[in-house]
């Protein structure tokens, strides 16, 4: 079984900064991309970035100059730094990752989500 779990959400004043991690535990042979996507109430979930194993990047056009995607491919954990925060970008954000188990193909797993709150 795969886990994903997320950290470093919460409250954060506009124009402030917060900090997502997210790490795969359990019996993982490869993990391909990671990504991070969100959902506001009454709001369809969207990608925010994207991360190969390679480390090539996407971002969302809402994000890009603000939001840095990265990874520790040694940890099993994603990053996603949010400089200067917008009411906006308030919403959960989930943890995505294609994991690949010994003898499987790669499936795709989300963690719980933690709540971003910008707000004055």
């Known amino acids: 079984q795969v886990q994903l779990v997320e950290s470093g959400g919460g409250l954060v004043q506009p124009g402030g900064s917060l900090r997502l991690s997210c790490t795969a535990s359990g019996s993982i042979s490869s993990i391909n991309g990671m990504g991070w996507h969100r959902q506001a109430p009454g709001k369809q979930r969207e990608l925010v970035a994207g991360i190969t194993s390679g480390g090539n990047t996407n971002y969302a056009d809402s994000v890009k100059g603000r939001f840095t995607i990265s990874r520790d491919n040694a940890k099993n954990t994603v990053y996603l730094q949010m400089n200067s925060l917008k009411p906006e970008d308030t919403a959960v954000y989930y943890c995505?990752?294609?994991?690949?188990?010994?003898?499987?193909?790669?499936?795709?797993?989300w963690g719980q989500g933690t709540q971003v709150t910008v707000s004055s």
């Open positions: 995505n990752a294609l994991v690949a188990q010994r003898g499987s193909n790669y499936r795709s797993y």
